[in-house]
């Protein structure tokens, strides 16, 4: 059986975890059996291979449903853990996708493409992670943000041509350049709820008669609280670009000693 690009558009399980699935059926058997959608796997992948592993039969259903892309979504999107940036590219690959024979079409259900904010509310992640991991698509590097192998804002910075960072050999620079990429998304994310709250306040007073100060109080409040977790991120990441600066110079230094 082959795997559906719906279900190719998350991450393959960790090895561990796998490794206990497959242990699991040998134990107990197929626990929930897969659905089957224009003849290849569009859930339940790593239970097939689980069953191929441990030499059990596999089951499925054939999905008959109006919609696979949210079903695929709903089955994958929040139980696995995922990082901004692979969720990112996995909502893109669903949306980008057309069922067979209809690639250039449109179909029930996928008649417009959502904008890059509406996918960005279906991922829990800012609307720039959702624009870099597009470009990170359109340049054939989507699966290498889907496996985590780099993040959606290095993906497009390749595909743009920007030059490459040299490869971390010191392991404490590779944690922290991950660590503050991490933030950089948070950042991201803070900078647009403070936005949307100002939006809110705004309509909120336009449209309610009664004590419109009331309700403009409680969204300057909120949006004081996320401007106090921004200024606390980007204190962190200046924190973390300057760790990972001079660790890198001290690297520099001793590569041209033993040179």
């Not at 039969?57 to 008959?64: G, M, Q, W």
């Not at 609307?127 to 496996?147: C, F, H, P, Q, Y």
């Amino acid at each position: 059986m082959q795997r559906h690009p719906l279900s190719a558009a998350f991450p393959d399980m960790p090895e561990d975890d796998f490794a206990a699935l497959v242990a699991d059926v040998k134990a107990h058997g197929l626990r929930e059996h897969g659905w089957l959608y224009e003849g290849a796997i569009l859930d339940g992948w790593h239970r097939y291979r689980a069953c191929e592993a441990a030499g059990v039969k596999f089951r499925y259903e054939e999905y008959r449903g109006s919609d696979p892309v949210a079903f695929v979504k709903s089955r994958n999107l929040e139980r696995r853990h995922l990082t901004a940036s692979q969720r990112a590219a996995a909502i893109v690959a669903c949306h980008n996708w057309r069922p067979r024979g209809r690639e250039n079409k449109s179909f029930p259900g996928k008649d417009l493409t959502p904008t890059a904010a509406v996918m960005a509310k279906e991922a829990g992640v800012s609307v720039s992670t959702i624009e870099n991991a597009k470009v990170a698509v359109e340049a054939g590097l989507g699966e290498a943000v889907r496996d985590g192998a780099i993040s959606a804002r290095q993906a497009a910075e390749a595909a743009k041509g920007s030059p490459e960072r040299k490869d971390p050999r010191d392991r404490r620079i590779a944690e922290l350049e991950a660590a503050n990429e991490r933030l950089r998304e948070e950042i991201d994310l803070v900078r647009e709820g403070a936005q949307e709250a100002v939006i809110a306040a705004e309509t909120a007073a336009a449209l309610l008669d009664t004590e419109p100060a009331k309700v403009l109080a409680k969204y300057k409040a909120e949006i004081t609280r996320l401007e106090r977790l921004r200024d606390d991120l980007l204190n962190q990441n200046g924190q973390l670009v300057r760790q990972v600066k001079a660790l890198q110079r001290k690297l520099d230094r001793a590569e041209r000693a033993a040179a």
